[in-house]
Structures are given as structure tokens and as C-alpha cells.
């Protein structure tokens, strides 16, 4: 790195597990190399110590499900240059937006003795249906590697280098029967983003679509193979509704309201 002076990193967390920040701290070495070469000025995972921004690169995990939320997405926008959405909270979501089907009034008041003490918004949204977004990096969690690399090119002023295939061609990749046409098990992989090597396939079990779904996916056909064998609609949404139950590919293929 020629700068002078080191770029500034900032990851940000709202409503989320964790696990994509994790990731970036699972790094070990390449995180003591990119520690070297950018100031990690705010990420309070895993470190107090708070440097103000502008900031040239953020990391954004987890979805908007408060209002505070939604106020400080907007200062995490106005204070970077560059801002990146990591993982299915921050790119549809996340498991959380399973509230958006049904009526969170209701479920406060079965979870919580006073709800009335509980201030939510109805939906569970991601970040970019609140500020623009740069990139998005897909997965529940984010695949480290390409973690990596967005970062780095990023830094250095280049395109990532990301896939743009679904799963079915990682599977190819590995020389993993398809799960599907070989055994019927149900497989999101045809619509499915590719990312996560296609870990799921290579164990005889169908991909549940962490990685949401890919660039121009067919659902309604991939919807009507499913029905072929033999899966019921209720076992359509279920499907379909997890990780990334609402991305709209996925929403609309399970049946959701518009």
C-alpha cells in the first residue's frame, strides 16, 4: 500500500446474529494483513476503540427492524464512501423477515410479558430498501474467501471478482451428482447464488439456499419441478422462506403476499 495514509474500515451490526462479522474475524493471518494495511477505525466486535469517520469502506451486517435501526443506517451511509451489505440480514433480511408473513403485533404479545415496552417496526427489511447500496455479499454467513476479496479490491480500486453462477455449477466443480435429478431430494441450487462451494450437495443433502437466490433464477419453473415431485404447497413456502424469505425471487416463489 503507497497511501500515506491507510484507508479507514468501519462494520457495522444491526439486527443479526453475528455470523458475518464473525467470519471477518475467523480471517486469523489475512486479518492481521489487512489490519496492516487499513485503519480498522470502527467495528465494535471487536474493539471498543472508536476512530470518526468519513469512513472509505463499511461493512454492513443485519437488517433494519427498529426505527433506531433505520436512523442509524442512514449516519452509517452519510459517514462512508463505500458501502457494503454482508450477508442474507443485510441482503433480504435475513430469518427475521419470517415476521414479515404474519402480524408482529401478535407475536409480541406472545413472547413478551410487556410488550407494550417493545418498540419495532412491523417488517424486517434490508439495508439497501433504506440507503444505497454498493455491493451486496450474499450467504448466511458470508463465505470468507470472497470476503477477502471484495475488501481487497475495494481498497485497491478494482472490480471483485465474485461468481454470478448458482450452486448447480460448484456443484459441477466438485464432481457432486446432482442431489435432485439423481435422488429427488428437493434442491434450491438451480436458484440458488453461488458461494458457498455447495457444501450441502457434497453431503447428499439439497441446497436451502443461504446464499439467496442467483442473478436471474427461474423460481416459477424451479417452483413447478418441486411440485412434480410431490411437494405440497405449504412445503413450497417453507422451503422457500428461510434464510432469505424475503428476497423477492424467494417471496414470490412460496406464495407470499404482494
Known sequence: MTRAVRPKLAVWKFASCDGCQLTL????????????AVEIAFFLEASGAVVDGPYDVSLVEG?????????????????????????????????QALRNFADVGEFLEVVYAHPAYISTLTTATPIADHVRVDLELRGCPIDRGQLLEVVSALLWGRRPNLPAYPVCVECKQRGTPCVLVASGTPCL????HAGCGALCPAYHRGCYGCFGPSETPNTAAM????????????????FFHTFNAWAEEFRDAGGAPT
Open 25 to 36: 474475524l475467523d480471517c486469523e493471518d489475512e486479518l492481521l494483513e489487512l489490519a496492516g
Open 63 to 95: 437488517s433494519i427492524t427498529t426505527a433506531e435501526d433505520r436512523r442509524r443506517v442512514r449516519a452509517a451511509r452519510d459517514a462512508s464512501k463505500l458501502l457494503v451489505t454482508i450477508g442474507a440480514c443485510a441482503t433480504s433480511g435475513g430469518i
Open 189 to 192: 441450487g438451480p436458484v440458488t
Open 223 to 238: 417452483a413447478s419441478l418441486l411440485r412434480q415431485h410431490g411437494m405440497g404447497e405449504a412445503d413450497l413456502a417453507r
